[in-house]
T-cell receptor, first 113, second 115 residues
Framework: EAQVTQNPRYLITVTGKKLTVTCSQN?????MSWYRQDPGLGLRQIYY???????DKGDVPEGYKVSRKEKRNFPLILESPSPNQTSLYFC????????????FGQGTRLTVV | AQTVTQSQPEMSVQEAETVTLSCTYD???????LFWYKQPPSRQMILVIR??????QNATENRFSVNFQKAAKSFSLKISDSQLGDAAMYFC????????????FGKGTKLTVNP
């Protein structure tokens, strides 16, 4: 089954404690990205990657890191989480074609206290 | 920068009735794609329908159809014969031609379906 798998689905952490949200896709997609969803703001792109070892900033990259060492995996790293990073996070993947459907993971609800 | 505007934060419809969700966008590009995504309470983002800007014909997927007005930069979603399972957040999204371009999302419309 074609899917994007994100883990964990829920996470509560404390300010400053490094965390990683994993993302893996099994569709051999070149393009992967991370979004955060906040009430009244829709989804905003954090980082994206067009292929292995190629990553770039989206609209709201501050406080986040990513890596793309393998085509299927695209982890999101918060080195020192802060309460303003409390949000719902989505990983997405697609082919490198404009009309391509983006496939989304099931989301990670992150709370930073 | 491209922007997508959904002017209706919330909408409601009676079961079996028809509802239209509005979306406008701002772009100077001529080649692009428009999407409607559905997000039910499960949080899963599901593609409902897509429209290529170069196509004049409006896209249709079963009970879902769009009214694409390129000159007006308008892309509304019509849901016919609404069902309880249609209750969700609906996001309009834009992507410029070129596979490396990001999806730009509107802020969403929460649709309630009343039995």
């Amino acid at each position: 089954e074609a899917q994007v798998t994100q883990n964990p689905r829920y996470l509560i952490t404390v300010t400053g404690k490094k965390l990683t949200v994993t993302c893996s896709q099994n569709m051999n997609h070149e393009y992967m990205s991370w979004y955060r969803q906040d009430p009244g703001l829709g989804l905003r792109q954090i980082y994206y990657s067009m292929n292995v070892e190629v990553t770039d900033k989206g609209d709201v990259p501050e406080g986040y890191k990513v890596s793309r060492k393998e085509k299927r995996n695209f982890p999101l790293i918060l080195e020192s989480p802060s309460p303003n990073q409390t949000s719902l996070y989505f990983c997405a993947s697609s082919l490198l074609v404009g009309r391509a459907e983006a496939f989304f993971g099931q989301g990670t609800r992150l709370t930073v206290v | 920068a491209q922007t997508v505007t959904q002017s209706q934060p919330e909408m409601s419809v009676q079961e079996a009735e028809t509802v239209t969700l509005s979306c406008t966008y701002d772009t100077s590009e001529s080649d692009y794609y428009l999407f409607w995504y559905k997000q039910p309470p499960s949080r899963q983002m599901i593609l409902v329908i897509r429209q290529e800007a170069y196509k004049q014909q409006n896209a249709t997927e079963n009970r879902f159809s769009v009214n694409f007005q390129k000159a007006a930069k308008s892309f509304s979603l019509k849901i016919s014969d609404s069902q309880l399972g249609d209750a969700a957040m609906y996001f309009c999204a834009y992507r410029r031609e070129g596979g490396s371009e990001k999806l730009v999302f509107g802020k969403g419309t929460k649709l309630t379906v009343n039995p």
